[in-house]
């Protein structure tokens, strides 16, 4: 079954904040998850990855954080913009098994 | 370097007709997969293919659909029969690599059955 869920629906912040969304999974094997962006009729947009061997990766203006002892995942992005609003998921990969398993997802809005 | 390409975009089917849904994986990437969307949801895993190979299609439904990945030409995932609960955003996925990882998707084709 799934196993990975968002603790929030929706998130809405002022442009310029930062913003972090969270993801908890319940698969200690999983040694691979990304973070997605998907705007209104779109496909996902590849953020940012993290293998399980690590603890934060960093991109442009994002973050990815990992607790592997809580199981918990989550992305930091930094100076929101409008264009940042969209749905975020998470999805894990677990070794052997050759497929992502995304969560629900959470909405961000940004207000300029 | 052209991104993953689906097409259609939106199709639109009678009860009982088939659907058909291409995939061109992004240039050097040898690994599809395929994904259903419902709306406010996440996308749940369908099938992995790699050229002329069905990996795993522990996702797929076991009436009704099929997809390949031939070795010339676009990945099709074909739909018999529809019917209403088949409406939904499918969307494919390349990889470069095995193993699940890496995955960059299309802009999906929005399948709606009437």
């Known amino acids: 079954g799934e196993s990975v869920g968002l603790h929030l629906p929706t998130l809405s912040v002022q442009e310029g904040d930062n913003s972090i969304i969270n993801c908890a999974y319940s698969?200690?094997?999983?040694?691979?998850f990304i973070w997605y962006k998907q705007e209104s009729g779109k496909g996902p947009q590849f953020i940012i990855d993290?293998?399980?061997?690590?603890d934060k990766r960093q991109g442009q203006r994002v973050t990815v954080l990992l607790n592997k002892t809580v199981k918990h995942l989550s992305l930091q992005i930094a100076a929101t913009q409008p264009g940042d609003s969209a749905v975020y998921f998470c999805?894990?990969?677990?070794?052997?098994?050759?497929?992502?398993?995304f969560g629900t997802g959470t909405r961000l809005l940004v207000s300029p | 370097n052209a991104g993953v390409m689906q097409n259609p975009r939106h199709l639109v089917r009678r009860r009982g007709q088939e659907a058909r849904l291409r995939c061109s994986p992004m240039?050097?990437?040898?690994?599809v997969y395929w994904y259903r969307q419902l709306p406010e949801e996440g996308l749940k895993f369908m099938v992995y293919?790699?050229?002329?190979?069905?990996?795993?299609e522990s996702g797929m439904p076991k009436e009704r659909f099929s997809a390949e990945f031939p070795k010339e030409g676009p990945s099709i995932l074909r739909i018999q029969q529809v019917v209403r609960g088949d409406s939904a955003a499918y969307f494919c996925?390349?990889?470069?690599?095995?193993?699940?990882?890496?995955?960059?998707f299309g802009p999906g084709t929005r399948l709606t059955v009437t």
């Open positions: 698969n200690s094997a999983s040694d691979y």
């Open positions: 240039k050097g990437h040898s690994h």
């Open positions: 993290i293998r399980s061997n690590m």
């Open positions: 996925a390349s990889s470069p690599r095995t193993g699940g990882y890496e995955q960059y």
């Open positions: 999805a894990e990969n677990m070794a052997g098994f050759q497929k992502l398993v």
């Open positions: 293919l790699q050229k002329e190979n069905i990996i795993d």
